[in-house]
């Protein structure tokens, strides 16, 4: 329930149809949530991976807004190597997905073959990419540990929110 209430502190709302903590802040606050392909009110969701942590979210944003998206988006066009990782990423995505709704028993046929951020052809959210990549590891997608790698140190500073926020 402490983690709970700390992602519902993190989003300022109550999280909805968690599966596992995806990644763990250095600051010991979960940071992604793994989520259920369908949200309990029945709503599809592809959205496997889900930063939770505020503190990243904002430093994310200003990296879009900084035109990261369109510069990744036109490196797929010219680095087939570079391509052709990124649709592994988005491979191991819906293995992922799939994994979590057969262990939550849901079929979720609406999402079938969708993943996230664009996968597997465009950079549309560099926050999936990165929650994907701080849930899988490093080497898994390799424009979200681009982006992870942009970040610097968000927890250098403590936790974006603490058990009393949750309370």
């Excluded at 599809?44 to 889900?50: D, E, I, S, V």
């Excluded at 979720?108 to 994907?132: N, Y």
């Excluded at 992870?148 to 926020?165: F, H, I, M, Y």
Aim: glycine letters at 12%; charged letters at 20%.
């Amino acid at each position: 329930m402490r983690d709970e209430a700390i992602i519902a502190a993190q989003l300022g709302r109550p999280p909805r149809g968690i599966h596992a903590i995806g990644h763990r802040c250095p600051c010991g606050n979960p940071d992604v949530v793994t989520t259920e392909p369908r949200l309990p009110n029945g709503t599809p969701f592809p959205t496997t991976y889900y930063l939770t942590c505020p503190r990243v979210n904002s430093r994310i944003g200003t990296l879009e807004a900084s035109g990261l998206m369109r510069t990744m988006q036109d490196r797929l066009g010219t680095d087939p190597e570079l391509a052709d990782a990124y649709r592994r990423a988005h491979e191991a995505y819906l293995a992922d997905r799939a994994g979590v709704g057969e262990a939550a028993g849901l079929e979720v046929p609406e999402v079938e073959g969708i993943s996230a951020g664009g996968m597997p052809d465009r950079v549309k959210c560099l926050h999936v990419l990165a929650a994907h990549s701080l849930a899988a590891g490093p080497g898994v997608n390799p424009l979200g540990d681009e982006v992870l790698e942009l970040l610097g140190e968000w927890w250098a500073s403590g936790p974006c929110v603490t058990p009393e926020d949750a309370e």
